[in-house]
């Protein structure tokens, strides 16, 4: 499907492992379930990568420890390239006697002393290799401090380009290289010469590889059948959910209301942004949409600051982002009631004035009580549109909302599985779902039947109509 010949070489790739092969990012990563093919992939761009080059290039392997590169990775080498490679000084050295040539250093990061050399080399290409634990107790992954200095190192051989790989099975999603996953394609770029370090990522869908036993698929199914997250990794190809505890929102499927991939901003949509306050504050940007859809498209984050900074750093300028100029002119902002609140120094300063100074709208309290709050986000989550649509919808862009929806956001839980305490824990994951516990009702309200008895479909229509009139009065262009 897409070959690569280094000398008499010839590889058949899939179209998954051609386009990583061939991808011309600086930072370039892949994702694949056990046994289809993402070492192969990345040992073929290793020599794809010496022929983009045209000259004899030096690269290095880094993996946790150098015994699993010893007794895995160069394997793996000797059996895809078989008499090309030839391996020296106990396996730290392996070169490649193609034309061009290539001389690959071999480090464990965890081997003492190791990282120490490897910040030294000079190379036009790194390989980070199963940098996520592959199982807890015989590997223990790299660090994303290791990833860094790889981004700093693989730009140093003269006369080349620069090339960092990672090639893994998916890790949970609380490691970073799935934060990595979602992150811009624009992954760094330089402000006085304009130069951009690009980044591609690529996910193996399970079944790609034609060539694998069928026997060792079915094993891999059978092995892992009774852990859910070492299933979605191993076998599913995907990142596995964070269990820390009971999810909040127990109705959020990760296969239907996560996009897998940017949502575009419609432009006449209603906007809408959800706020949690205080030393934390979190603003969740999104659009409601009809008939009845909620998409979220990014999540700005304060760290140890107030709402002000957060609007003038993150909020305004997202707002004035091509992304979003000019193609919303209603907003409506929502947010915790106790963002009403004013500042103990003065009685004219809270949370709520400060977004309504500064984005030029009008501050919406979400309802206190919990069951208030969280019915009716479970039940969008559980319900569709008419049209058959989900109604929550999360955009790759807001992958941290997607990982607080799909458990990091939870409940401390008992022996017996069930629920400790009268909410959620709270932690970071709580200020980006509380938003969102507030905001739902405000948008759905016919959703909403918790502690106020049943409404009719008239009352449903009324509450609709009454929810789009105030959007209608709301901040109409501000800050949009």
Not at 67 to 74: C, F, L, M, P, R
Not at 168 to 193: S, V
Not at 248 to 268: C, M, Q, R, W
Request: one cysteine or more; hydrophobic letters at 35%.
């Amino acid at each position: 499907m897409g070959g690569i010949v280094g000398k008499d070489l010839t590889f058949d790739l899939s179209p998954t492992q051609s386009a990583f092969v061939h991808s011309e990012a600086e930072i370039v990563q892949i994702c694949g379930p056990m046994g289809e093919g993402k070492t192969t992939a990345g040992i073929v761009a290793i020599l794809a990568h010496a022929a983009r080059c045209g000259r004899d290039i030096r690269g290095a392997i880094i993996r946790d420890t150098h015994i699993n590169i010893k007794n895995t990775t160069v394997p793996d080498f000797v059996e895809l390239l078989g008499d090309y490679v030839s391996v020296h000084d106990d396996s730290k050295k392996l070169v490649i006697h193609t034309q061009p040539k290539v001389e690959l250093f071999l480090f464990g990061a965890g081997d003492e002393g190791a990282l120490s050399k490897f910040q030294s080399l000079i190379v036009s290409f790194i390989m980070l290799e199963e940098p996520a634990p592959v199982l807890e107790k015989n590997n223990a992954g790299l660090s994303r401090d290791v990833f860094d200095m790889a981004v700093a190192r693989a730009s140093r051989q003269t006369g080349t380009k620069m090339r960092v790989q990672i090639t893994q099975n998916p890790a949970d999603e609380e490691h970073w290289t799935e934060d990595l996953f979602w992150e811009p394609e624009i992954f760094a770029k330089d402000p006085d010469t304009g130069v951009e370090i690009r980044k591609q990522c690529f996910r193996i869908p399970y079944g790609d590889n034609k060539f694998l036993n069928p026997h060792t698929r079915a094993a891999n199914r059978a092995a892992f059948q009774r852990d859910p997250g070492k299933f979605a990794r191993y076998v599913e190809g995907r990142a596995a959910p964070i269990q820390r505890g009971i999810k909040v929102v127990t109705g959020y499927n990760a296969k239907s209301h996560f996009a897998d991939k940017e949502l575009p901003v419609i432009p006449g949509g209603l906007g809408i942004r959800l706020w949690d306050g205080w030393h934390n504050p979190v603003c969740v940007v999104g659009q409601f949409l009809p008939p009845g859809r909620i998409w979220f498209h990014d999540v700005l984050v304060g760290q140890g600051c107030g709402v002000d900074v957060l609007i003038e750093n993150m909020v305004i300028p997202l707002m004035k982002s091509e992304k979003y100029k000019g193609k919303i002119d209603q907003w409506r902002d929502i947010g915790d009631p106790t963002m009403a609140t004013p500042d103990q120094s003065t009685r004219t300063r809270s949370g709520a004035k400060l977004i309504e100074k500064m984005l030029h709208t009008r501050f919406e309290p979400g309802p206190s009580r919990w069951p208030q709050r969280i019915g009716p986000l479970q039940k969008a989550v559980l319900t569709k549109c008419v049209n058959g649509d989900e109604k929550i919808q999360v955009s790759s862009t807001a992958h941290v909302l997607h990982k607080a929806l799909n458990g990091g956001w939870h409940w401390k839980k008992d022996n017996n599985n069930k629920p400790i305490g009268t909410g959620p824990v709270k932690d970071e994951f709580s200020h980006i779902g509380d938003p969102l516990s507030h905001g739902v009702p405000l948008l759905l309200p016919q959703l909403d039947d918790s502690g106020r008895g049943k409404t009719s479909a008239a009352q449903r229509r009324a509450q609709q109509d009454e929810s789009l009139r105030i959007a209608m009065s709301y901040a109409p262009g501000g800050q949009g």
